[in-house]
């Protein structure tokens, strides 16, 4: 188990331009969530996924972001034509369904929109 | 999911137990407590969690009141690498859509 991977670690992009992240999650986790957080607040839930299938959305998410989970593994977020206002990181958790769901995160993706 | 109130800041010294409370008066009968922590440029950490009754694992205890209108964190025995954010959530089950608020900045001095 190594634990939830995210990378590219760090990003810097100019307005307008598109990116994409990669999370990993752990193997044998079937739920996979994205988070997004701005200095000094607390993460904002964005999106999930169980197996291949993305089953809400927060409507922070517009439709500059999308997000996927092929094969149900690994998921990429992608942002189009980014603005100022998306600069944050990015987190990726990942859990097992139960009771008792506890969730993993990865060290996160930060962005930088100049 | 039901709100919770935590101080914004706290302090303790090394080697001693930090008690980190949590206000979170609108919790329902199947509603969990969560804990997680933030240390710096890392993603939230789970610690624990409960339902009604008093919880303990290798990281930390969690004592929720009888009423269950709020709980308290404790960390036994505080360490340097102990200073992060804590955040104290209140789900149902099902997924974990958490709610995080501002948490409580806890700074562990030597």
């Known amino acids: 188990d190594t634990g939830v991977s995210q990378d590219p670690r760090h990003k810097i992009t100019k307005r307008g331009q598109n990116v994409t992240f990669r999370c990993d999650p752990i193997?044998?986790?079937?739920?996979l969530y994205w988070y997004r957080q701005t200095l000094g607040q607390g993460p904002e839930f964005l999106t999930y996924?169980?197996?291949?299938?993305?089953?809400?959305k927060s409507r922070l998410l517009s439709d500059r972001f999308s997000a996927e989970r092929p094969k149900g593994s690994f998921s990429t977020l992608e942002i189009q034509r980014t603005e100022q206002g998306d600069s944050a990181m990015y987190l990726c958790?990942?859990?097992?369904?139960?009771?008792?769901?506890?969730?993993?995160f990865g060290s996160g993706t930060q962005l930088s929109v100049l | 999911d039901a709100k919770t109130t935590q101080p914004t800041s706290m302090d303790c010294a090394e080697g001693r137990a930090a008690n980190l409370p949590c206000n979170h008066s609108?919790?329902?009968?199947?509603?969990?407590v969560y804990w997680y922590r933030q240390i710096h440029s890392q993603g939230p950490q789970y610690i624990i969690h409960?339902?009604?009754n008093n919880e303990t694992n290798e990281m930390a205890s969690l004592i929720i009141t009888e009423d269950r209108k709020s709980s308290t964190l404790i960390l036994p025995h505080a360490t340097l690498r102990d200073t992060a954010v804590y955040y104290c959530?209140?789900?149902?089950?099902?997924?974990?859509?958490?709610?995080f608020g501002t948490g409580t900045r806890l700074l562990v001095s030597p």
């Open positions: 959530i209140v789900t149902g089950t099902g997924f974990q859509k958490l709610v």
């Open positions: 958790a990942s859990s097992l369904r139960g009771a008792d769901e506890k969730l993993f």
């Open positions: 193997s044998e986790h079937n739920r």
């Open positions: 409960g339902l009604k």
């Open positions: 609108t919790i329902s009968g199947n509603e969990y």
């Open positions: 996924f169980q197996n291949e299938a993305q089953l809400e």
